[in-house]
């Protein structure tokens, strides 16, 4: 199983980037998946995370500025992230909980990492 994330880079206060995130592979069922986040010196921490049935969880610092959306076909995830923020620069990690059959236990899979910085 990989998870591939895309869409960080440069972009000024105010503006706006779209991250994606696909998991590949030996996958039977994905139940939740989600971004977090780790800035230089700081611990990871949960951004948002969606469940199989698009229930959405976000952290305070995020909520209405930043959408967590999936697509159960094609087995991505999304953050449409708006009005960002300089302390928003981070690496984004996409990350799935998923079963890769039927009898196995669900795990959690992490992608790269893609880079976010938000500066003028």
């Known amino acids: 199983v990989q998870l591939q994330a895309s869409g960080g880079g440069l972009v000024q206060p105010g503006g706006s980037l779209r991250l994606s995130c696909a998991a590949s592979g030996s996958i039977f069922r994905i139940n939740a998946m989600g971004w977090h986040r780790q800035a230089p010196g700081k611990q990871r921490e949960l951004v948002a995370d969606?469940?199989?049935?698009?229930?959405?969880n976000y952290a305070d610092s995020v909520k209405g500025r930043f959408t967590i959306s999936r697509d159960n076909a094609k087995n991505t995830v999304s953050l449409q992230m708006n009005s960002l923020k300089p302390e928003d620069t981070a690496v984004y990690y996409c990350?799935?909980?998923?079963?890769?059959?039927?009898?196995?236990?669900?795990?959690?899979?992490w992608g790269q990492g893609t880079l976010v910085t938000v500066s003028s």
């Open positions: 969606i469940t199989s049935g698009n229930s959405t």
């Open positions: 990350n799935a909980v998923l079963k890769t059959n039927w009898r196995a236990r669900p795990r959690d899979y």
